[in-house]
């Protein structure tokens, strides 16, 4: 059975701190790992990672995926309240059959204290 | 503005009724998605469908409808077979392209009383 297992399920930094999220991940005929983030209503895109070893960047945001070990982080440096919210990691299966589901993990809601 | 929109953003209903959440996207996305988002679960796939008069069961069908008569719409009846119907529910689109970038709608809360 496809799954994503995301961990921590919570944390609780304070401004400045960095965080790592994880996501692991077991799928069929892997296409694709996407990042979310949600804060309280509709998740917004982050990243999606296709390649093993590639590290995608935006401000203080980076991932990097590794198809081997089947595992991503996510990285956060100088956290400020704003980037509290839920992370949601995702999973596309490839092969003939793809629909462009998508399987998601838990999430990790990360709380940023002034 | 282009996007995805849901509506209500909360609901409430007594047990036993039948509900449609509504779903519409303006991106000219062929995919369309529902989610049930439930707390410390994630997001877990209730229906999709890839092209208009089709669609297809996803991991917790059980409970629920769907229709795809346009392009835009899909909506989500939730019936009283459903047994545990308070959640939060979002809709998603993809576009023909199929760069597994889903975009989310803004999500209706609903209760059932």
């Known amino acids: 059975e496809d799954k994503v297992v995301q961990s921590p399920l919570s944390l609780v930094v304070h401004e400045g701190d960095t965080v790592t999220l994880n996501c692991s991940y077991e799928?069929?005929?892997?296409?694709?790992l996407l990042w979310y983030k949600q804060e309280k209503k509709a998740p917004t895109f982050l990243f999606m990672l296709?390649?093993?070893?590639i590290e995608k960047k935006s401000g203080r945001l980076s991932s990097i995926l590794d198809k081997k070990e089947l595992f991503s982080i996510l990285n956060i440096t100088a956290t400020q309240t704003g980037d509290s919210a839920v992370y949601l990691c995702?999973?596309?299966?490839?092969?003939?059959?793809?629909?462009?589901?998508?399987?998601f993990g838990q999430g990790t809601t990360l709380q940023v204290k002034p | 503005d282009g996007g995805i929109t849901q509506s209500p953003k909360y609901l409430f209903r007594k047990e036993g009724q039948n509900v449609t959440l509504s779903c519409e996207q303006n991106?000219?996305?062929?995919?369309m998605y529902w989610y049930r988002q439930d707390p410390g679960q994630g997001l877990r796939l209730i229906y999709y469908?890839?092209?208009?008069?089709?669609?297809q069961k996803g991991d917790i069908a059980e409970g629920y409808s769907v229709s795809r008569e346009k392009k835009e719409s899909f909506p989500l009846t939730v019936t009283s077979a459903q047994k545990n119907p308070t959640a939060f529910y979002l809709c998603?689109?993809?576009?023909?392209?199929?760069?597994?970038?889903?975009?989310f709608g803004p999500g209706t809360r609903l209760t059932v009383l």
């Open positions: 995702a999973v596309s299966p490839g092969g003939s059959s793809n629909t462009g589901k998508l399987i």
């Open positions: 799928v069929t005929n892997f296409r694709s």
């Open positions: 296709t390649s093993s070893g």
């Open positions: 991106l000219n996305h062929d995919a």
């Open positions: 469908s890839q092209i208009v008069n089709d669609f």
């Open positions: 998603a689109s993809q576009g023909l392209a199929r760069t597994d970038t889903q975009y």
